[in-house]
């Protein structure tokens, strides 16, 4: 049931609809949104917003790191129930949204879900010299982990897998 009334305190038109009322500006997002999915409030609805911030959005605090790298949603994936359809099969509450090319987009032949290790295995890396990482290794007996990460623009856990030889940080 629709009716157009005046809002008691702050006088503007609203638009009464049986689950509240909406301001004349958002009548048309509102009309446009009826079909509500009721996924909303889920953490798989979350992601796919997540998503779409980091690359559309140029004050997301991730913009950089996506879309300001030329990370794009697909087409298809601009809308969420596209989205919906595509992955909910294999989702898992356990599981992030991976990119298997990082370089590439957020489309289904470039997409799956993830635990963090394999994400852990699956990101990307600042490259640093062997010179840098044989520092590294022979400043950490002296130094903390913490002053090395600021110093070297990596993460404290990046410093002590190279500490440990967990991984190659060092390109050639």
């Not at 305190?9 to 958002?26: D, E, K, P, Y």
């Not at 794009?72 to 599981?95: I, T």
């Not at 990101?123 to 090395?148: N, W």
Request: glycine share 6%.
């Amino acid at each position: 049931m629709f009716a157009w009334e005046v809002h008691p305190l702050t006088q503007a038109s609203v638009l009464c609809i049986s689950s509240g009322l909406i301001t004349f500006n958002g009548v048309l997002k509102l009309i446009k949104n009826m079909k509500t999915h009721q996924m909303s409030k889920t953490r798989f609805y979350k992601i796919w917003k997540g998503i779409i911030c980091r690359c559309n959005n140029k004050n997301h605090v991730r913009f950089k790191d996506y879309g300001g790298r030329g990370i794009k949603v697909c087409e298809r994936w601009q809308e969420f129930e596209n989205f919906r359809d595509d992955m909910l099969s294999k989702y898992k509450n356990n599981l992030s949204i991976d990119r298997i090319d990082n370089n590439g987009n957020y489309e289904l032949k470039n997409c799956r879900w993830a635990t963090v290790k394999q994400q852990n295995k699956n990101k990307r890396m600042k490259k640093l010299s062997f010179e840098k990482v044989k520092e590294i290794r022979q400043r950490y007996k002296k130094e903390s982990g913490v002053i090395l990460a600021k110093e070297y623009g990596v993460t404290k856990s990046v410093i002590s897998e190279i500490v440990n030889h967990k991984r190659n940080y060092a390109r050639k």
